[in-house]
């Protein structure tokens, strides 16, 4: 029961539009590797269990639809082992990031570590909070090994997506993108799509050339159509420039959080877990509330959790 009421609130989600996209996501978020099915086996506690498996899926999600399958999954995970609604609260910092490179080791035991350390951005974008705790989570991880003309191609992605007349399409350039791949003689699996932390890197450096170069004017401009193509998902800003400012704008990926804008029983845009005790307990359980939406699912758990004065 849990876990359909965990479904009910999404309007992409099974019984109100793109029911294969969905289906395919919980899929992919079930299909664990080997190695984490025999740990997961011997766990002693359930919430650890369902941890680890959010972090796999976590670290899997290409879409917002498919982070969400991965939540309702989290949830369903708990009441399959006979928790209570909340039981398992959503990692912290510092736990998310100890399980994304818990998760990154598995990975690159069998997997290409490109792959792997693609996988790792997402879990440390869809799971930390924080984006200090972000930024130094990871960096004692050594980092894959660039194939071979990677990098060239990924410039090249970035800077075709750096396009403020909308001339260049995301599909011209993932097409560009995969025949470098081809002329370099590097596989998809090899040097895949730049992660949304990695992608902000080179929308940066597309940036400093273009200011270099002298045609300021558009660089600005040319920055924010790369931010909001290939970062939405974190915040991607210019560094300071050195006169008290910083150029660009952050990712899209949703509304951002908007303090206590709007009561915990009325549906809006995402409120901040610390605005107050109801907050906090909702965003523990469902951190989507406080990251993209507060949804018709927020306002459910509301109505449920004891943090919470919302008439059911």
Request: aromatic share 4%; net charge negative.
């Amino acid at each position: 029961m849990l876990f359909l009421l965990g479904m009910i609130g999404r309007p992409f989600l099974l019984a109100f539009g793109a029911p294969l996209a969905v289906a395919i996501a919980l899929s992919a978020c079930g299909a664990l590797n080997t190695a984490q099915d025999d740990q997961f086996e011997n766990e002693a506690d359930p919430c650890q269990s369902c941890q680890r498996s959010l972090t796999d899926c976590s670290s899997r999600a290409t879409t917002d639809a498919h982070f969400v399958a991965c939540r309702d999954e989290y949830l369903g995970c708990q009441q399959g082992a006979g928790l209570g609604v909340g039981a398992c609260t959503n990692p912290d910092d510092d736990l998310a990031c100890k399980l994304c490179e818990e998760r990154y080791d598995l990975c690159s035991q069998t997997e290409n570590p490109e792959l792997c350390g693609g996988q790792f951005d997402g879990c440390k974008a869809r799971l930390i909070r924080n984006e200090e705790a972000r930024g130094v989570c990871g960096t004692l991880v050594e980092p894959p090994v660039d194939p071979e003309g990677c990098t060239l191609c990924k410039t090249n992605y970035a800077s075709c997506m750096s396009d403020a007349t909308g001339g260049n399409t995301a599909q011209l350039c993932s097409t560009l993108f995969m025949e470098c791949g081809l002329t370099v003689g590097i596989t998809a699996e090899e040097c895949p799509l730049p992660a949304a932390e990695e992608a902000c890197a080179l929308c940066v450096t597309e940036y400093d050339t273009c200011v270099a170069a002298g045609d300021s004017d558009i660089c600005a401009a040319n920055f924010l159509a790369c931010s909001t193509k290939l970062a939405a998902e974190v915040s991607c800003d210019l560094p300071d420039d050195g006169n008290g400012g910083a150029g660009g704008a952050g990712g899209a990926g949703g509304s951002a959080p908007t303090d206590c804008a709007h009561d915990t029983c009325e549906i809006g845009d995402a409120l901040e877990a610390s605005c107050n005790a109801c907050t906090t307990a909702v965003c523990d359980v469902d951190p989507y509330c406080c990251t993209t939406e507060w949804d018709s699912q927020c306002t459910d758990w509301a109505e449920k959790l004891n943090d919470c004065d919302c008439p059911q």
